[in-house]
């Protein structure tokens, strides 16, 4: 059969299954499928088991304290993030290993090894507190992909400060929204970001914010460029390498209860306001080091892991930074773009540093399709043993594409599920037992009880539905910052207090496998990037020519979903000259790039229900070409035919 006919096939969703190869299951220390029924018996002595190779300084007495949806793990246990990702390997003999090869975009490349980053760690630890920086501080972090990334947000751990990190592709305004809710003292940064081989001078855009914090004291600014012009105000701005020069090497990790707060990670929610997610220190540790662990058959001496994402997502959080520093691994810590200075850059570091794990998302894996085979093909491959999927649901077409062309067909695909909200990941395959069907994130982590229910929290047993999760696991969120009520309302509330409510749509099948469908609040998945419609409308409004908006995610073939922007504006309907640009801008302005709308559409009015509330389902069905279902509940059905026929009008 033809290749692409074969591909085809599968898309069509002819049950293609792959099983465990051979010689992965024969070297995996986790291939014996009674794991999931030991877990299954007893959860919280499975979690446990997995607590017990952390290093506590003082051991807990409660596993589980469980009062819906208040979860504490590990209670009287005391411990550090930053004694386990780095003092504790380094005192086994294995200072020397190399935590991170660190590449620039821009050419140069570094080893960083334990020892080392524990010495840049302590260093800074020791400035923060310089700074008056106390245990329950928040520090906000807006930094590129380099090494003093992991450094700043370990030597929080150590100390007990809270980090807050903001990736450092969204608006100096965001980061100035986030710094402000959560009170944050200091702002650690860099003089430059790059952007396709040319440094960004981001400490400029800090400028622009900085002076209206009150709380913050502090910038703190790594010199990523000795060539960008850094204006530096005295009392205020600090340079990371004179006060870490300054600083005392020795800063022991502070002892720390098991439920203090480690990080703060802000979210996009159904609101325009983002959700700050809480995690703290014992349970996230357990859960991510377990998950790395296991999901990725991890041989800690002779693997080499590359998480393809941002430190600035929880992906970065968990699978660059805690989960593989916590169990002594080595990792790729790439700064900069796929196709920078070509489209071969992934491939050229695979082949170089021989990475024999690689976990990205399906819209990057579909921009290599695109630009095509022989950009992989150009490369040695061969050191790739096993291959990882994240952020939003993989196309069958995508997963075969990589088990192929970057695979060699001997590599597992794990396609991990889970969220911001989650901690770590939480339907996944184990690349030693699970068989996998592609585009199915398969079962549960042993230990975790998910289910499809209907719109009545009934069990779908075979069929489509809502995703909940019915048991505690470590790594869950434990609160929403400063919005205890909000946490519940929006994820403990619709089934029952006990239940979460992912806010994901899935399919089950007779195998018991997870098809997750896609989100079921007005979040839209962009690249596996999460962004809320509201925010984006809110910022098109804040414009002053735009009367009214409605955003809605369109299925988009590259990037999952798509942003369209239906737009009103005031005085005359028509799009004056270079408008759309403008507002792109301005939402890049409000939000950040990755907000931009794809597409933004004017019309003279919105459809609306004869209450004027506008039928955003309806604008989805028409950014996507759908017929539209009954419109008989519009105000004014003219509406939606003049918005069909214009979009309609620009597609040809
Ligand atoms: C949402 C969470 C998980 C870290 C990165 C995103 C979607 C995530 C998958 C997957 C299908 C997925 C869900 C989820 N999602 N992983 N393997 N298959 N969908 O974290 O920004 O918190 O977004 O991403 O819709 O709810 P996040």
Not at 11 to 23: D, H, K, Q, Y
Not at 39 to 57: M, Q, V
Not at 152 to 168: K, Q, S
Request: contains cysteine; hydrophobic residues 35%; charged residues 30%.
């Amino acid at each position: 059969m033809a290749e692409e006919q074969k591909d085809l096939e599968v898309l069509l969703g002819s049950e293609e299954r792959f099983a465990p190869p051979e010689e992965f299951v024969k070297a995996s220390e986790y291939s014996e499928a009674a794991i999931y029924d030991q877990a299954e018996r007893d959860f919280e002595g499975w979690w446990e088991s997995w607590a017990e190779k952390l290093d506590w300084f003082e051991k807990w007495e409660t596993t589980l304290e469980w009062n819906p949806p208040w979860a504490k793990w590990f209670q009287e246990g005391k411990l550090n993030a930053s004694h386990n990702c780095l003092d504790r390997h380094v005192e086994a003999g294995n200072g020397d290993r190399v935590a991170y090869h660190w590449i620039a975009e821009d050419g140069p490349t570094r080893d960083v090894t334990y020892a080392d980053l524990l010495d840049m760690t302590k260093r800074f630890a020791s400035a923060l507190k310089g700074l008056g920086v106390e245990k329950g501080d928040v520090v906000g972090i807006y930094m590129p992909m380099i090494p003093e990334t992991p450094a700043a947000i370990l030597a929080c751990a150590r100390i007990g400060a809270v980090h807050n990190v903001v990736f450092g592709g969204f608006s100096p305004q965001s980061v100035k929204e986030r710094m402000e809710v959560s009170d944050a003292k200091v702002l650690v940064t860099a003089n430059a970001n790059m952007r396709r081989g040319k440094p960004i001078s981001m400490k400029t855009e800090v400028d622009k914010i900085a002076g209206e914090l009150p709380e913050l004291k502090h910038v703190v600014v790594v010199e990523r460029r000795e060539d960008v012009e850094t204006p530096m105000q005295s009392g205020r701005d600090l340079w990371w390498h004179e006060i870490c020069e300054q600083a005392d090497g020795d800063c022991p990790a502070e002892p720390l209860d098991a439920e203090h707060p480690l990080f703060i990670l802000y979210t996009s929610g159904s609101t325009a306001k983002p959700k700050g997610i809480l995690h703290t220190t014992g349970g996230y540790l357990t859960g991510v080091s377990a998950t790395h662990r296991m999901v990725f058959d991890l041989k800690p001496e002779s693997d080499v892991f590359w998480c393809a994402a941002d430190i600035g997502w929880v992906t970065g959080h968990s699978y660059i930074v805690y989960g593989p520093l916590a169990n002594g691994a080595t990792s790729v810590l790439y700064e900069g773009a796929p196709d920078y200075p070509d489209k071969d850059r992934w491939w050229e570091i695979v082949e170089r540093y021989k990475v024999t794990t690689l976990y990205t998302a399906p819209t990057a894996i579909r921009a290599c399709m695109k630009w095509g085979r022989e950009h992989p093909e150009k490369h040695d491959l061969s050191s790739l043993r096993l291959l990882g999927s994240v952020g939003e649901p993989i196309n069958p077409r995508a997963w075969v594409w990589y088990h192929k062309v970057i695979g060699g067909e001997r590599c597992p695909i794990v396609d991990t599920w889970w969220q911001t909200e989650t901690g770590h990941m939480m339907i996944t395959p184990l690349p030693a037992i699970t068989e996998t069907k592609p585009g199915s994130a398969t079962r549960p982590f042993p230990g975790v009880d998910a289910q499809v229910v209907d719109k009545h929290g009934e069990k779908v047993e075979e069929g489509g539905g809502f995703l909940t999760l019915r048991r505690p696991w470590p790594g869950m969120a434990r609160t929403l910052f400063g919005e205890d009520e909000r946490f519940v309302e929006t994820y403990w509330s619709k089934y029952g207090p006990d239940i979460y409510d992912v806010g994901d749509a899935s399919k089950v099948d007779s195998d018991g496998y997870f098809w997750i469908v896609g989100r079921t609040d007005d979040v839209i998945n962009v690249s596996g990037h999460r962004m809320s419609t509201m925010e984006i409308e809110s910022a098109c409004v804040s414009h002053e020519r735009v009367a009214e908006t409605a955003v809605v995610g369109a299925a988009d073939e590259d990037t999952g979903q798509a942003i369209v922007a239906f737009v009103t504006l005031d005085g005359t309907g028509e799009e004056p000259e270079g408008f759309t640009e403008e507002l792109r801008a301005h939402v890049a302005e409000k939000i950040g790039k990755l907000a931009r709308p794809k597409r933004i559409i004017y019309a003279d009015d919105l459809p609306k229900t004869r209450s004027g509330k506008i039928m955003r389902r309806l604008l989805k069905d028409i950014a996507e070409g759908r017929e539209l279902g009954d419109v008989t509940t519009l105000r004014d059905p003219s509406v939606t035919e003049k918005i069909k026929e214009k979009m309609a009008a620009e597609s040809d």
